[in-house]
């Protein structure tokens, strides 16, 4: 039948959308900008993507579930913040100051971005408020506290010093292995990990399961609770990664950092498939989404089209994505009926 | 999954493929500011094109809107697209010294106008306005204008911005002196027009009997002009810093009282300048940080100013 | 999810691994003092470099006004001291040897108009040719502290804290003008080096920082 065997071919092509269109981005750019696909600026191109890749492969989680995380903006800025202050200020204990090594400092502001991710799930799960408030509301009391903690400063200068034991916390952000920077190989640990948990665990079909449909999975028997308090606190960690990131390159922590950053990994997310309701989507699918994005507005830059159209093309871009998921999703109907 | 396959190596065949770099002129310069709809920012950024281009150069102009990390990112890409110098003025000063040290790391010459950086020996210049003379003169003028006795407000620029601190210090270490004068009210404006005029509003209602509004930058002083004038209070004296085509006009029409120019286009002009001796020499045979002054505008002199440029008119 | 809850406990653990460096709030102040720049004295520099070099460098003020009138930057060359032409304005040096003609203390930038050896006296303006000191409380001029080449905007690197020095400078002086002043009246006599600080001709009078008083 012609018409089935086209159909199946635009539904493959349309599937393939994500792939399709980081090629059709590379390919323009390549063609219209000098040095676009040199080594160098693929790998400083790289180091961009890790910070919406790395904010997306949470957000997806969430996004699975039928939810939305608008606070990891504002946890990219605090996970910086409880850094800096760590490794200038220590952590003062009676009469004298705890200086933890920078890999201790890693891992505390990472627990801070999980517990902050915990509060967001349970705020959703426990009090039942609604996702997008929920998150919402952490936004502007993290950035708040963000604010608060140095009073609107920087913490600036974070290098640490010999005499103190915490030196080497750049190395996270601008560290070297292999060719890739530490960031890089972290998006590619993670995003294993991310795909692990998503593809091969119980967890993992439990998210689907609760994002595709809630009340069925519940009476299934999964702790729905449980798997919302895990996908928040997941992002919130992610955010807090991500903020290391940052806090590293620069050296120093700014309380702004992080701001708006929500956006552009939700748009990541979208465009590569997921679908906003929940239960439908891949984590790899938003990780190329990410480097949609990314391609797109680092080729926007390289080209110099003036920063007021780059909005408006982002913009479209989004929406496009959209509108061609539905097309997708119709196909799809269409092909399964006619089966 | 063939499919993905598929596509996942034909994007890698055209990463292998990619064609050599095109060959430059004589390079091009990037040139990266604050927010590009501020007229300051506007003419920094114009100053420097013009200047570049004069010199053989091509300019590449981007924004980084306050933000570091953005800064950072436009910084590796222009340094990745191979640019030979970089004028910048950069985004919160103590955020930028990894920026700028980088850069210097990759053989990039940085130039940095209108803020600084607390470390030396990064860029091969820090320009900055003397924003204590700047707040000192119109602060000065200020205590001509109203008096040495009655209410005044201040209205702050953006105090994330370290220049508008700077200005505000220079404006109270004058006018501190004056135990008659009564600050009434301080107010972050956030160094844009509409908010200043909000601010000025509001006070206006709780302090009906001030003299005059001191502030930290231009928009937030025409903000406040607009302010009074709808609540027909010509007699409060108003004063500024910045020394915009539009401060310009207001002080010509009696409206604004002073207001200082800050010497936009000079210090991105310099800056070019220094970058091509740089390049041309490795060095730039001054020292590193600068101070360049601001010009007191009033009456007399205001139509000398034209786009952050003053001219003598003889 | 048992796994999970176990890897989260191992996490947690981490920090407390040791590997820290315990200080206490005496050593983390010493640690960080070294790297400040050091504190200067707004009283050291006054005392012993702005004042025995303003005596040193001054000249008579008729010879310097006469100058600044016929060519400014000829002037600036001979008698002033500039650190940039850019950024500073010119301070002048000068000695004025004179009478007291006019007097206000009443304003927070109190005035004192002398009418210096030689120059006659205006019948219609009490105020021509006239030399105005600059007697406070409130000094506004930075002459004292731009005019000593041995201060530079580099020794502190940051606008705020060069403005707070040059303040801090004009409060000590101000204090010592008052006491002197306290007893200046329409006639008296008067011998002090001041300096002037200007970016162009004076349009007015001449408007003097006085340093030292012989």
Redesign the interface.
């Known amino acids: 039948m012609a018409s089935v065997k086209s159909t199946k071919t635009v539904l493959?092509i349309l599937?393939?959308r994500i792939?399709?269109a980081?090629?059709l981005v590379?390919?323009y750019f390549?063609l219209t900008?000098?040095?676009?696909?040199?080594q160098?600026?693929?790998l400083?191109m790289a180091?961009?993507l890790t910070?919406i890749a790395v904010l997306s492969l949470g957000m997806s989680l969430v996004i699975l579930t039928g939810g939305i995380d608008l606070s990891v903006g504002s946890i990219v800025g605090i996970s910086g913040m409880v850094a800096g202050y760590l490794i200038l200020?220590?952590l003062?204990v009676g009469?004298?100051?705890?200086?933890?090594?920078p890999?201790?400092v890693a891992?505390?502001a990472?627990?801070v971005g999980a517990l902050i991710g915990a509060l967001n799930g349970y705020l959703i799960t426990y009090l039942g408020v609604p996702p997008f408030i929920a998150t919402l509301g952490t936004m502007y009391i993290v950035r708040g506290a963000a604010m608060l903690s140095n009073n609107?400063a920087?913490f600036?200068?974070l290098v640490g010093?010999p005499?103190?034991?915490?030196t080497g916390f750049?190395l996270i952000g601008n560290g070297e292995f292999l060719w890739l920077s530490t960031p890089v190989w972290l998006l590619i640990i993670l995003t294993i990990i991310t795909i692990f948990i998503v593809r091969k665990t119980p967890?993992g079909r439990h998210i689907y399961a609760v994002g595709g449909n809630e009340q069925a999975a519940r009476f299934s028997g999964i702790?729905v609770n449980?798997v919302k308090l895990?996908v928040y606190s997941f992002s919130g960690f992610c955010a807090a990664v991500v903020g290391l990131i940052?806090t590293s390159?620069?050296?120093?922590a700014?309380p702004?950092?992080?701001?708006t950053f929500e956006m552009n990994a939700i748009a990541a997310v979208v465009l590569g498939g997921t679908s906003l309701s929940g239960g439908r989507g891949t984590v790899f699918g938003s990780v190329i989404g990410a480097c949609v994005i990314c391609a797109l507005n680092?080729g926007m830059?390289?080209s110099?089209i003036s920063?007021f159209w780059q909005m408006v093309i982002k913009g479209a871009v989004i929406v496009l994505a959209v509108v061609v998921d539905q097309l997708q999703q119709r196909l799809q109907a269409r092909v399964l009926a006619s089966a | 999954m063939m499919n993905k396959l598929f596509f996942s190596l034909s994007i890698a065949a055209l990463i292998v493929s990619a064609p050599a770099s095109a060959q430059q002129s004589k390079g091009t310069i990037a040139i990266l500011v604050n927010a590009l709809d501020n007229p300051y920012y506007a003419a920094e950024a114009k100053g420097a094109e013009i200047r570049a281009k004069e010199l053989g150069y091509e300019t590449i102009t981007l924004s980084h809107n306050e933000d570091v990390n953005k800064q950072n990112e436009l910084v590796n890409l222009v340094i990745g697209r191979g640019v030979k110098g970089i004028v910048l003025d950069n985004a919160d000063s103590a955020s930028s010294v990894a920026t700028v040290r980088q850069a210097k790391e990759k053989g990039v010459p940085v130039a940095l106008i209108n803020r600084e950086i607390p470390e030396d020996g990064l860029a091969i210049v820090q320009m900055t306005h003397n924003n204590m003379q700047a707040g000192s003169e119109v602060a000065r003028l200020f205590v001509k204008e109203i008096g040495e006795e009655g209410e005044y407000v201040e209205l702050t620029c953006n105090l994330a911005d370290k220049n508008c601190v700077t200005r505000s210090e220079a404006f109270h270490q004058v006018l501190d002196n004056y135990p008659g004068l009564k600050m009434v009210a301080r107010q972050d404006a956030k160094g844009a027009l509409l908010p200043g005029q909000q601010a000025m509003d509001s006070i206006l209602q709780e302090h009906p009997n001030i003299k005059g509004v001191i502030c930290g930058n231009g928009p937030v002083a025409l903000g406040a002009i607009a302010s009074l004038l709808s609540a027909n209070r010509p007699d409060v004296k108003v004063v500024g810093i910045d020394g915009s085509n539009d401060e310009r006009d207001s002080i010509l029409s009696d409206k604004l009282k002073a207001s200082v120019m800050l010497q936009a286009q000079v210090l991105a002009i310099h800056g070019v300048d220094l970058l091509d001796k740089y390049l041309a020499t490795g060095k730039t045979d001054e020292a590193e940080r600068q101070m360049t002054r601001g010009i007191l505008i009033t009456k007399a002199n205001a139509g000398n100013v034209n786009d952050f440029y003053y001219t003598e008119k003889k | 999810m048992k796994r999970l809850g176990i890897l989260c406990a191992c996490i947690l653990m981490v920090p407390l691994l040791g590997g820290w460096k315990i200080v206490s709030k005496e050593e983390l102040v010493k640690i960080y003092e070294g790297e400040k720049l050091p504190e200067l004295s707004a009283k050291t520099y006054l005392e012993e470099g702005i004042r025995p070099y303003a005596l040193k460098t001054a000249h008579p003020a008729p010879e310097v006004l006469k100058a600044i009138d016929e060519d400014f930057d000829k002037a600036c060359k001979a008698f002033g001291f500039r650190h940039s032409e850019s950024a500073f304005p010119c301070n002048f040096w000068m000695e004025i040897k004179g009478s007291v003609v006019k007097l206000d203390t009443k304003s927070q930038s109190g005035r004192a108009w002398v009418l210096p050896e030689g120059v006659p006296p205006d019948a219609a303006d009490e105020e021509a040719g006239t030399i105005i000191l600059l007697i406070g409380p409130a000094i506004d001029s930075m002459g004292p502290r731009d005019g000593y080449p041995e201060l530079k905007y580099e020794q502190f690197n940051d606008q705020t804290k060069f403005g707070a020095f040059g303040r801090e400078i004009n409060r000590l002086l101000s204090d010592d003008i008052r006491a002197r002043v306290s007893d200046l009246e329409k006639g008296s006599m008067v011998d002090v080096i001041g300096v002037l600080s200007t970016w162009d001709k004076p349009w007015g009078n001449a408007e003097v920082v006085p340093v030292a008083f012989k």
């Open positions: 493959t599937q393939l792939f399709i980081l090629f590379m390919l390549s900008t000098a040095n676009f696909l040199s160098n600026n693929l400083i180091k961009h910070v200020y220590g003062p009469e004298s100051i705890i200086f933890f090594n890999v201790e891992v505390i990472c627990i609107g920087t600036a200068n010093r005499e103190l034991d915490n750049n967890l702790r449980r895990f940052i390159q620069l050296e120093s700014h702004n950092a992080g701001n680092d830059v390289m110099g920063e």
